[in-house]
């Protein structure tokens, strides 16, 4: 936002490195600062991080000690913790990330408590007029199946419409807060012997589609929590890409955490015990249709546990 | 919000009470699930407690036993825990309000992390055509002194014609939010043929004043101490409204709890090293000004302290 | 422990009922302060409780407004909220335990961190002569699967004679506490002259083995993670006979939850993608040991999953 | 404990230096990976760090903008912000620790719950001979004005066989533990055809003075706290000369932040509103003791008062 923001960021890229003898991760250490461009103003990007892959096995074997021995390296050791949820050992690594985000995606994002966060805020200062409008392919209609998601994207007109009426209020809404704040700059003159409306009060007329930046910092365990629930199909596109972001960021940083977390989480499914007769069913020779036949589920559970099965 | 809920709410005013054993206050019991209004159309009310004063007690006195024998009474251990910052026997009580506010104060009140949430999701559900307007005597200047907060009321012409703007604008957006619902009700026709954009994404376009609501549980520990920030002189003024209204609930629920609160908490200051050397200096027969002109307190530091001790 | 702490619970327990308006379950104020006995000198009771399984669903109402609408009942909706973790409606409820643990099974339980708690502290008060001691069937060697666990019970004698030995040690290190304290009591007499050692020193000698006590106080979602956790086979057997204690409590008090909990949670199983793979396999008609040779799972996961569809 | 955790540490500190471009604190660099002993075989030793004094400076002009411009310098800026408690900025520092400390200790120590903590387990690893005596100076009664705490220490001959029945003890559990495990090693021989107890059962035979140990991950803000609550005269002795080490650590990692909270916190004190008053009567020229007999403060309170003026 400030001028002398950026510009103390750029300070850091320019800094030389300097030696020490903490956990060092190399492929993250060349990603360290760079914005990774995300939605149409936003962006991700580590400020710092503490740990490694090697950090997650020094706090298991600390744990579980002679335990562990029979684990003969450290990624076998990190996917039997994955898959066991043996959760706090991921918890001694941790990142720092500076993210500028849309106000309504930030309201989801900060549901999460266990992080730590600092908000710029627009009670002290004055927010840009930068506000998120949706590429003409993630405009669509509210879906049928999914109470809270999207189903079909608008044509092309249509969904021009829509974004040319969110960006005209956008802009409806900032000409008024610039106007209440009657505070010069960008070429607005100040309006001699008119208030000055607070801050505090002037940012309540602006829409949730307007950004805003914090840092984020989280421990991994929960990091991983956190993407699992926004990486997945039902959250709301724009955290997703937040999340995806912050997915390939990870996959750099910890790559052996993050090959464990994609395998026995992303791309793994739970079983309820109804849901595991069935599939015991099928072990002992049976036919889904038949099994799901004459199981208890409800309709709208078979249908979830098709999916689970790629049989739908 | 929607009428089904209130009737729901309607339900248990109506109800018969039932016998438990219990605590219970019967000073709370006559307020549970009535409305307490807040700013224009806000509101907080109590839907559950658990605990009372005497709950308090029967914690402390497991975790110190015999140490709290020669505390003769219950109000004199309450007091004895608060000011020495024994704060987990608070911990024991819980309380659960139903709260409707603005965002923009839910975006604040968030950032108290230990709590409970559940949130009206504007993903699932359609937001009503409620908005926050300051009444006249609460729209101020930006505050020279407290870069945070409020100055000078307007006067009468000014303050209506930032209400004026306030409003027109939260209507327009609403308007739009309408409009890319496309849904029928409250006598706005269905636009056959039209899309209904997602509400996930229609919901982009409403401003920070608009009105959502949510179910908070928090324990009284935590409560206190989002009610000491909360009630603060600095503290946005919308917040502060909403604090000032569960102060007077909690008052109600645990009266010796609350007196302690009031006197060890919010009628109290921290005096740093360098303010107790002048205090220090007081009660030796030194001169206050000649003191504060003796120490290292920054200018900022010596307007501070003579606030706190009444001499400004 | 002490008579007078005995003493104001059966007060409570004697104390008539007064009438709530508060959500109320009858099937737990039957079992409201009644002690559960667990292990040789432990208990588990219910001191307080906030909610019901009513109020898990207008906390889902409140959120998900419209969208829960089609669920027709509220068991049906708190079985989808069970299955798709929606966790928040279940932080609505709150319990609050009184337990009497062995320390070594509270060293274990206080790593939930998500939870409030009042220890007995041995700082200020004097801990009884009470220790743990296994009964024979619960002495039993090394695991040699399962680096954390216990394998075959020991024959009787051994079995006895270990079970002398703890106690042996445990009357030592207590006797020793008895001599260190000097404090009269229970038929011991003062030694006069000679030094009083404070508490907090003296109750270093004893072992992990003896009982402290606290109020432990948790949110439905996090006890209902806790024992997912604690009722696990690969629990220690010490604190799974608390965690299967408590969950007939919460059985009995919100049993539409504990319901869900037991089909989602207890009854069922996470499948990694590797192990999906296999079980989709499965659907397609093919054959589970052929299935398995032409995974790239390990063995040890080839065991788990022959385990988890019950093929082992 | 094992001798390969020993190696794993020389190797981290024989390692050389890598480049980093995050915030490195040349002072801390020097004691990272070193051990700084604690009690007779405790230690504490910074195993990685995340952040320095411009980290926080950096995090909060990001959430108070504009407002922080009228701080000159960083250091004039963290005072600001410990002042004025506000405490997220320094929530983005992050300390690793490895601790080996008495399990009495660790017991207290876990009580503070914003931590990720692994500690090494009994139930997989056997514990080595090693527990806490006192040192004789540090062998004291119980106090009389304090219940939790100790008076007056013991004359030599006294505390001499105060140790000596705590090393007997505590030798003669560890004896017993090594039977029960019947485990080869340290020159013990294993007893063929007998029983190896589990090591879960086993250990409940240690007393509370053995030493566990635990990598300690947490932010400076809520490291703060705990320094602040540990470092207390009413802390235990043996848990304070933990908190002194680790405070000596931070004062080489953030020595702003560290000297702003040696003023603000450490060094200041808490007035009640009724404290406050008889404050105020000093600057009005009272005389103290004339103060205090006017004022309502308890016999208690006027002594804790007259104990924060110097005045007692």
Known sequence: MDDDRLQQLQHLLDAEPVPTRRPTVATLEDKLFHIVPVLDHGFVRVVDYMGDDAAIVQAARVSYGRGTKSMRNDRGLIRYLMRHRHTTPFEMCELKLHVKLPIFVARQWIRHRTANVNEYSARYSILDREFYV?????????????????????DAAQAQAVRDLLRRDALTTYESYEHLLNDAGDGVPLREGEPQVARELARVNLTLAYYTQWYWKVDLHNLLHFLSLRMDAH????????????????????????????????????????????????????????????SDLSGREKTELRHKLGAD
């Open 235 to 294: 959250a709301q596109y724009e955290i997703r890409v937040y999340a995806e972001a912050i997915g390939a960021l990870v996959a750099a940083w910890v790559p052996q955490a993050w090959e464990a977390f994609a395998d026995y989480r992303l791309g793994g499914a739970f079983f309820s015990k109804q849901e595991l007769d069935v599939v015991r069913g099928l072990v002992a020779g049976g036919d889904l249709d038949t099994l799901l036949g004459g």
């Open 134 to 154: 949706p590429e003409p392919e993630h405009v669509a209609v509210q879906s049928e199946s999914n109470r809270q998601g999207r189903g079909e994207v608008l």
